[in-house]
């Protein structure tokens, strides 16, 4: 189901570098990468590989340098003026690492979750939205009698992050962004987490996840492709299965042999 | 089978409430509480009714000691002392509402402009408050008085201004961490904007801050008043006001000290109150803090 | 250095934190603490240091190596802490001093409990310094000027400095990626075991506890529920709570898989 | 100090080497001839400076530079005879080209009085010992006006700067001079005359606060208090052991200024009279401690051509309410006036009037604002209903006949009449044409007489020479001694 | 080195615009010096010659220019009315105003520091409930009032006790220096109790917030007690933030130092630019109000380069706004 043969959403060639001239350092040297509908993309390397940046450009929230980035064949490079942009923020979800800090403190938790459509779906009345609100709450493995008027202080991590799953999901979008949703959350609770995302995956069998995890157990047990990052230089891409069982470079080995028991 | 609640009036009634219960629950609370709407009710008595006339002036008894019909005695023009204090209670109301106003709309603008997603505007304007903030605000009063004269303006424009600067300073990194935070990049990302983000995100996560920095400039408005209506530049002679009465009374320190005790004490007792109005509000509107604040409309 | 924790109960605000909790850790022993978030790991690694809240209430008892530390005066308590107890901290980056350098770190406990010289303090801490892996060069540097795995090996630096008999880790690795991770485990446990002390190794990684510990007790809401040998308990956990917390585990541990392994 | 004892009588043993004197209005600087205030005549002329002629206790005019004079038959001609072998206290010597070239100094360059002597036509230097002044017309104010900074004697030889060193021939000197805050005057041991100064240092403190004044006095900072708050000066009143109080006569007017120009709301004579019937006058004498004299007109009593006015517009509550509403206001429909003033005159003023004046329909808006403002909007711009200033100048009368001065006030008959009294070449005739002009001011209403403002002066035990009477213009030090 | 070019460049264009501001807003005011020196019985030809004079009726932008290059002589001009300069003007006035500040400032860090800390070492609960009650009183005092409760208290002559003169300074001002001194103790100790209290919250906040914090968990495990923890590291860690606000308290007890001049009739900087704003002595004015922003200006600007200096982690950010979080 993953091989379609137009990629949903692709990089080529990013680069990106941060810093102020005087000071610039480079974070990403010339990564492509691509993720194509209803699959799962995990992105994995050490701490400041460049994952969250790499990512953080596929989905336009951060601008590259250079390189291009299409969505549905539509560039989305220059911001709103380009004609992809537009359906690329329409239609994906973000998760973030921290759920306590991806949701408003001082927002109930159906407010949370109703907000992409209350930004992007003028069109819907109250009672739209709080269908769809119940819905994706649901989806995401929370009861929405339960946790509607709850504020996030009031949540554990584990159903915070649900939460912020529900909001990502809540405009069905065709991508999700995950990036390292579950290390901030206590084990128990990450299994949560990933049921939830596997449940979504068999509901909304075309919708493509990018996920950004050090984590390789995590990875193992949901993605479909690995992309491993080096100091922002791509090391190794492949499925699942050949990244984990047979690395290709050193550093993926060693990645892998830290991680395991 | 869906339970979103949206705020209503009864709710917004409710809440107002609970907000209240939470505050009249602590001593400090109840104590700000009482002054406050003291201050409130004797302000508005006032307008209406004092116990003598302002202007029931009485040259053969001036600077008279108090008495049954006189409490506080009378002042050099033999008008009462304490219906003049009383009075003063709405100017300051007044003066303190305004600079209120002005402080947070002053604020709130270089909130904005600092926790702005141009880098330019976000880093110079910190640097401007940095600089800003060291000139004295009655520096600043004075410079206003010269073209202004003595009156409300130049208090409230003043310490507006000095304020405003302060507030910035202080609320900046509760803005910062709200405005730098994963929900507002997921509003962006769905394309909410940069105003929209302000105003529906980052004020009211601001606003504990808020409400303890407004209730300190509110309690600093007071002090300020009584010191730049002393030196002539505050409220205009003939309003009364604290400033006034305490002014008076230095005039009696010689011949009935002891009256100099009331202004300063009212003054005093109200920035007491609304020093500690500002924290007991702060843990009261804000969700975070007041679980009871939570449970409207929740069945859970 | 044997600790024996009896009864201990801590309760902040009237709302208990630890209940009626029971541990011994013996001389040598490296002991692990397990338990989801919240379930008070850190209250008892706290309370054994006398680090909690001015408004929690302990009762019970802990004995180290022979004091009580319930009720001990806060100056029989600093002589202990960073003497024959060492603490390596969760997150380095909230608990090493920013405006001290890393040797004027690493020497403190030196310089709080022995009389030593200027030099003598440098030959230790330079000693150490490379013992943990940091070059030496970075003893003048300030804790932003490293990164997360050098501003831990600085932490464990400074809680071994003085050669204690007993070592508290807090989550020592749960900011680190992986790779670093396994390092500090290692570095850690051997250090402990090179100098012969005995530690309390308090995470939620069950691949890192297997590494660090040999035995662990299972915190939930404040109680011990379980304890054992590590293995044992890994392989076989008796309560539903550990049961949970170990399959939650296994799933997101790697297997080396042969095969695609996704269902 | 051996030499003072030399020359003193043996009494003077006990007295101390300095007084300290507390004032209250300070003098920004010492330039006498270009500053205005009476804080610069006060400290200056008779101390520092010598007129031509002085002016006693009593404003009358008295020898000093010149020891006599004679004036011609029509009254155009002035002959001074000075006395000899005077120096200024530099040690240049003081003559009669001195006097000469102060005075046309002054008339050339325009300083401060200038045109008080508008009708001098030439002043000369006869010989070394006498001057003469020539007039264009007779003046009977003449000899009085060179009591003042017209008739003051400089060193035409001497180069300093004016606004902070002084360099004349009285019998003090100033020894140090803080602006704002104090001056020191040391004895000149050079002083020609015989107001020789009894005590060799006399500080002067200035103390714009009332409360800082009498605490001032009350811990014997200062000796002499000058004036003292008359509420403020009970607790001495009644230690007379300790201390003296006394109350002076002045030629302080509290003018209540109308703005008579047309167009203004004051032009209607009806309300100007209204308001006099409104004022209680002995009410505010009485609540500034019962001081201060009533006082119905233009003129003072230590002023020539005075006479008692104060029964023309008596306090008549209902008299002012029918004028008032003849003039179309009541307290239904009051007429909205603003009493502009300046702040050192104290808020109580202002808010006593007003409530004075509410029962017969005005309401009064009080704007008090710093000096240099009601400079400004009144006294030039003219934007103003009412004005409140102490006229503390004497012989000022000819404000009334200048119809361009900020009252607006333009009477023929009343300058006719003044022109005559200045024109009068005997007093008996000047002083019946001054009252008749005054009396035609008062009934005309332009202002109100408040009070004539009366210093209370408090010395401490054992101050004697120190005078009490106009001791805000005319302050001779010469004769102060203290004993403790 | 960046930061401290940007912020001197700050620096410099806060001067000038403050320079425009005040020499705009006193010109737009009523009067002017000229007639307050002709006094109300002159001609009105006598203001017009005396304005000519002074050179008051030259353009405005002429004026300002005159201004702007003496200043930059360093030449603060000369008072119209009292034909000294400026400098010396501002210099006696401010031998009374500085001693003044910093004897009050010495009294603040002398009551706020350590009852601060106090504060926060203070193991029982209603103590620190009574500190804590002790810092809102205190800096909820109008200085006014503060300093009036003195003199009935201490002044010589009116209060209960004889103890400091109650207002005034001695005549030849520090030459006497026991009585200069003793002359400032009741105003100082006016200002300096409501300042120290403010201090006072603010290193109980400051301690109280690194109190809890993993720094002082990490010295007290290294061996620390609590107390030695709060006050060798807490304080430490506090003192950046401490001095901008000791270096702000400095702006906000200006006010309070010139009411209380005027209460106790001092001869200071306050008492001083309340007199020449009334006299209309512009140049005066001007240049006194430009040298005290100046200074406040300067105050800002020393305390965030040692903000820096005392904060290793500065050297990156921008503003220490940044940091102070
Ligand atoms: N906004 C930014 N400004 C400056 N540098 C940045 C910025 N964002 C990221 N970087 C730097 O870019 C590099 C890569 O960052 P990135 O967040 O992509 O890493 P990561 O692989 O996600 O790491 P982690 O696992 O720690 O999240 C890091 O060195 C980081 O410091
Ligand atoms: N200062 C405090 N006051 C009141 N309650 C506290 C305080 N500190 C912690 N708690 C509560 O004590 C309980 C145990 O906290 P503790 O930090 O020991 O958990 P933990 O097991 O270490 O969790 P984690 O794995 O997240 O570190 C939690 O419910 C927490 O809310
Ligand atoms: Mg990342
Ligand atoms: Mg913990």
């Known amino acids: 189901m993953s091989n379609s043969s137009v990629p949903l959403l692709s990089a080529h060639s990013i680069t990106k570098s941060f810093g102020p001239r005087t000071a610039r350092h480079q974070v990403l040297f010339d990564v492509s990468a691509d993720v194509h509908a209803g699959e799962c993309l995990a992105v994995i390397g050490g701490s400041g590989s460049g994952k969250s940046t790499l990512t953080r450009i596929m989905l336009g929230l951060e601008s590259a340098d250079s390189g291009s980035v299409e969505y549905e064949s539509q560039s989305i490079v220059g911001g709103r003026k380009s004609p992809g942009f537009a359906a690329l923020r329409r239609e994906s979800g973000l998760v973030f690492q921290d759920p306590f800090s991806s949701l408003d403190p001082r927002w109930r938790v159906a407010k949370s979750v109703a907000e992409p459509l209350s930004l992007q779906r003028r069109d819907l009345n109250n009672t739209d939205i709080d269908e769809r609100v119940a819905a994706a709450l649901t989806m995401a493995g929370l009861e929405p009698a339960d946790f509607l008027n709850r504020y996030p202080i009031d949540l554990s991590g584990g159903q915070a992050q649900r939460v912020v799953i529900a909001r990502a999901i809540i405009n069905e979008p065709k991508v999700i962004l995950a990036d390292e949703p579950m290390s901030a959350i206590d084990v128990a609770a990450r299994i949560q987490i990933l049921d939830t995302f596997a449940a979504i995956r068999a509901a909304r069998p075309s919708t493509a996840i990018i996920m950004v995890s050090h984590d390789l157990g995590v990875v193992q047990h949901i993605a479909d492709r690995i992309l491993v990052l080096h100091d922002g230089r791509l090391e190794e891409t492949g499925s699942t299965a050949e990244v984990l069982g047979n690395p290709q470079s050193d550093y993926t080995r060693q990645l892998i042999e830290a991680a395991s028991l | 089978m869906s339970n979103v609640r949206r705020a209503t009036t009864g709710d917004r009634r409710a809440a107002f409430v609970i907000v209240l219960h939470s505050m009249w629950r602590r001593a400090e609370g109840k104590f700000a509480l009482i002054v406050l709407a003291l201050w409130l009710l004797i302000a508005i008595v006032s307008l209406f009714w004092t116990p003598q006339s302002l202007w029931a002036t009485d040259g053969y008894h001036v600077w008279a000691k108090p008495s049954a019909e006189h409490w506080l005695g009378t002042d050099g023009t033999g008008a009462d002392v304490f219906s003049w204090l009383l009075a003063g209670s709405h100017t300051n109301l007044v003066i303190v509402l305004l600079t209120v106003v002005a402080s947070m709309a002053w604020g709130l603008l270089l909130i904005a402009a600092m926790v702005a997603r141009n880098a330019a505007l976000a880093s110079s304007s910190v640097v401007v408050v940095d600089a800003l903030i060291s000139v004295p605000t009655v520096l600043i009063a004075l410079i206003l008085a010269v073209p202004l004269g003595a009156s409300i303006a130049v208090i409230v424009i003043a310490c507006g201004f000095g304020y405003g600067l302060n507030l910035a300073r202080v609320a900046r990194p509760a803005a910062l961490l709200a405005s730098r935070s994963s929900y507002v990049e997921s509003a962006l990302a769905n394309g909410a904007s940069g105003w929209r983000v302000l105003i529906s995100h980052v004020m009211p996560n601001i606003l504990p801050v808020l409400a303890v920095q407004l209730s300190l400039s509110a309690g600093t408005a007071v002090l300020a008043e009584s010191g730049l209506t002393y030196l002539g530049i505050g409220v205009p002679s003939g309003v009364p006001s604290w400033g006034h009465s305490l002014a008076t009374s230095v005039k009696l320190i010689n011949v009935f000290p002891l009256t100099v005790v009331w202004p300063g004490l009212i003054v005093t007792v109200v920035v007491v109150a609304l020093n500690i109005f500002g924290d007991v509000l702060r843990d009261a509107i804000d969700p975070v803090t007041n679980p009871a604040l939570r449970e409207i409309g929740g069945e859970r | 250095m044997s600790v024996d924790v009896r009864g201990l109960k801590i309760t902040i605000g009237g709302k208990p934190i630890v209940s009626d909790a029971d541990m011994t850790i013996a001389d040598g022993e490296r002991v692990g603490l397990i338990g989801s978030s919240g379930s008070g790991k850190s209250m008892i690694a706290k309370a054994m240091l006398g680090l909690l809240p001015l408004t929690a209430v302990t009762n019970g008892s802990i004995d180290m190596g022979g004091t009580e530390i319930i009720g001990a005066s806060e100056r029989a308590l600093a002589d202990l802490r960073g003497r024959y107890v060492g603490t390596v901290f969760q997150n380095p980056a909230h608990a090493l001093n920013p405006v001290m350098t890393v040797a004027q770190q690493i020497a403190l406990p030196l310089r709080l409990h022995y009389d030593l010289t200027k030099a003598e303090r440098a030959d230790r801490v330079n000693a150490l310094l490379s013992k943990v892996g940091l070059d030496l060069d970075m003893a003048g540097k300030y804790p932003h000027e490293l990164s997360g795995g050098q501003q831990q090996r600085v932490g464990i630096a400074t809680a071994l400095i003085t050669s204690p008999r007993f070592i508290i880790a807090d989550e020592p690795t749960t900011a680190l990626d992986s790779i670093t991770q396994r390092q500090i485990v290692d570095l850690l446990t051997s250090l402990v075991d090179d100098a012969g002390a005995s530690m309390l190794f308090i995470t939620h990684d069950f691949s890192v506890l297997a590494r660090a510990t040999t035995r662990c007790y299972v915190l939930d809401a404040g109680r011990i529920v379980e304890s054992g040998p590590t293995a044992d308990l890994l392989a076989a956990p008796t309560t539903p709570q550990a049961q949970r917390l170990v399959a939650a585990a296994q799933t997101l541990t790697l297997h080396t898989p042969k095969e695609d392994s996704h269902e | ?484 | 080195m960046r930061f401290v070019l940007k912020r001197l460049a700050l620096f410099v264009v806060a001067l000038f615009g403050l320079s425009v501001v005040v020499f705009a807003a006193l010109r737009i005011l009523p009067g002017d010096v000229a007639s307050v020196m002709a006094g109300v019985n002159s001609p009105p030809e006598r203001v017009t010659q005396l304005r000519e004079q002074l050179g008051l009726d030259r353009p405005l932008i002429a004026q300002y220019f005159d201004w702007m290059s003496a200043l930059a002589r360093g030449d603060f001009g000369t008072s119209i009315l009292t034909g000294r300069s400026v400098t010396s003007l501002v210099g006696a006035r401010a031998s009374i105003t500085f001693p003044l500040i910093i004897l009050a400032l010495l009294i603040a860090l002398v009551i706020g520091l350590p009852l601060g800390c106090a504060a926060v070492l203070a193991r029982s609960a209603t103590v620190r409930a009574v500190f804590h009650v002790l810092a809102i009183v205190g800096g909820a005092v109008p200085a006014l009032w503060g300093g009036l409760l003195l003199i009935l208290l201490f002044g010589r002559g009116v209060g209960l006790l004889d103890v400091f003169p109650s207002q005034g300074f001695p005549l030849d001002g520090w030459g006497t220096p026991g009585s200069a001194i003793s002359a400032l103790v009741l105003p100082a100790v006016s200002v300096g109790i409501i300042v120290g209290a403010s201090l006072m919250r603010y290193t109980r906040a400051a301690l109280g917030d690194l109190a809890s914090s993993g720094y002082i968990d990490m010295a007290r495990s290294c061996g620390m007690t609590r107390t030695q923890a709060v006050l060798r590291v807490g304080l430490r860690l506090a003192t950046p933030q401490l001095v901008s606000v000791i270096g702000l308290t400095f702006a906000s007890m200006v006010t309070g130092v010139m009411v209380i001049e005027n209460l106790f009739a001092l001869p200071g900087i306050g008492n001083g630019l309340v007199t020449d704003v009334g006299n209309r002595d512009l140049i005066a004015v001007q240049s006194e109000l430009f040298l005290l922003a100046a200074f406040f200006l300067t105050v800002g600007l020393v305390v965030d380069l040692f903000h820096r200096v005392l904060d290793p982690r500065l050297k990156t950010a921008t503003a220490i706004t940044e940091v102070t979080a």
């Open chain 4, 1 to 484: 100090g051996g030499k003072k004892d030399d020359k003193s009588a043996s009494s003077s043993n006990q007295y101390a080497d300095t007084v300290t004197i507390g004032l209250k209005l300070a003098p920004t600087n010492l330039d006498i001839r270009n500053t205005a205030g009476s804080a610069l005549d006060q400290i200056l002329i008779g101390n520092v400076y010598e007129g031509i002629v002085a002016r006693d206790s009593k404003n009358q005019v008295a020898p000093a530079i010149a020891s006599s004079w004679e004036t011609s038959k029509d009254g155009l001609t002035y002959t001074f005879h000075l006395n000899k072998n005077m120096t200024f206290f530099n040690g240049d010597k003081l003559d009669a080209e001195d006097v000469a070239w102060s005075i046309n100094e002054l008339i050339a360059k325009g300083y401060h009085d200038a045109d008080a002597l508008a009708a001098v036509s030439k002043v000369e230097a006869k010989d070394a010992d006498t001057a003469v002044i020539t007039l264009k017309t007779p003046n009977s104010n003449l000899l009085w006006t060179l009591t003042g900074r017209a008739g003051l004697v400089f060193d035409k030889d001497a180069k300093y700067d004016l606004k902070t060193q002084a360099v004349g021939s009285g019998p003090y000197t100033v020894a140090k001079f803080v602006e704002n805050s104090s001056i020191t005057l040391k004895a000149n041991e050079k002083y020609w005359g015989k107001n020789k100064a009894k005590t060799p240092t006399v500080v002067v403190k200035y103390l714009a606060d009332d409360n800082a004044a009498v605490n001032a006095l009350k811990s014997g900072d200062v000796q002499v208090l000058a004036p003292i708050t008359e509420n403020l000066a009970e607790p001495f009143k009644s230690d007379s052991a300790k201390y003296t109080v006394k109350a002076g006569n002045g030629t302080d007017k509290f003018v209540l200024g109308f703005n008579n120009a047309s167009g203004s709301k004051l032009a209607d004579k009806r309300i100007r009279q209204a308001i006099r019937y409104a004022i209680n006058h002995k009410e505010l004498i009485a609540s500034r401690g019962g001081a201060d004299k009533a006082l119905g007109g233009p003129i003072p009593s230590l002023d020539p051509g005075y006479e008692d006015l104060t029964n023309l517009y008596p306090y008549d509550q209902n008299k002012a309410k029918s004028l008032m509403a003849e003039a179309g206001y009541s307290t239904d429909k009051p007429l909205q006036l603003t009493l502009t003033y300046a702040n050192i005159y104290g808020t109580e003023l202002g808010d006593q009037l007003r409530s004075q004046l509410k029962p017969i329909g005005i309401d009064l808006k009080v704007n008090v604002v710093e000096f240099s403002t009601w400079l400004q909007d009144v006294y030039t711009n003219h934007t103003f209903d009412i004005s409140l200033v102490d006229h503390n100048e004497s012989h000022d009368f000819a404000s009334w006949t200048d119809p361009t001065y900020y009252f607006g006030y333009d009477n023929k008959n009343v300058t006719k009449l003044y022109n005559e009294g200045v024109a009068a070449t005997s007093d008996k005739e000047r002083d019946a044409k001054f009252a008749a002009a005054a009396k035609l001011v008062s009934e005309d209403a332009p202002a109100d007489w408040l009070f004539n403002y009366r210093i209370t002066t408090a010395t401490a035990k054992g101050v004697e020479g120190f005078p009490f009477d106009l001791n805000q213009t005319v302050l001779p030090l010469y004769n102060v001694t203290y004993t403790k």
